[in-house]
Nanobody, 122 residues
Framework: QVHLVESGGGSVQAGGSLRLSCAASGYTSSLNYMGWFRQAPGKEREGVAV??????YNADSVKGRATISQDNAKNTVYLQMNSLKPEDSAMYYC?????????????????WGQGTQVTVSS
């Protein structure tokens, strides 16, 4: 019903920036929550930033450095990340759902993309 495809990952130096994109297709009109999660090797998946209507939710670890935005015409959500740190290195996943109790908790999301790798070198 819903297909999510991420892009925009890559390798950058610490202090650099990346803009990740997530394109949604299928039945997208009911996706009230869309956002980004990340998982580093050996670590648990964590929420990064989520958008729901006019509200946004950001993890403490990226506050001030990450901005989530949406282009409704393109059914795309973006994650602009600045001042990247090596600890930001992870596989970044786009996720979406109709409703979740906790926006930054991954277990509540129904749809997931394949992920895009972000590597930040020091």
């Amino acid at each position: 019903q819903v297909h999510l495809v991420e892009s925009g990952g890559g390798s950058v130096q610490a202090g650099g920036s990346l803009r990740l994109s997530c394109a949604a297709s299928g039945y997208t009109s009911s996706l009230n929550y869309m956002g980004w999660f990340r998982q580093a090797p050996g670590k648990e998946r964590e929420g990064v930033a989520v958008a729901s209507g006019g509200a946004t939710y950001n993890a403490d670890s990226v506050k001030g450095r990450a901005t989530i935005s949406q282009d409704n015409a393109k059914n795309t959500v973006y994650l602009q990340m600045n001042s990247l740190k090596p600890e930001d290195s992870a596989m970044y996943y786009c996720a979406a759902s109709q409703f979740v109790l906790r926006p930054l908790v991954s277990q509540g999301y129904k749809y997931w993309g394949q992920g895009t790798q972000v590597t930040v070198s020091s």
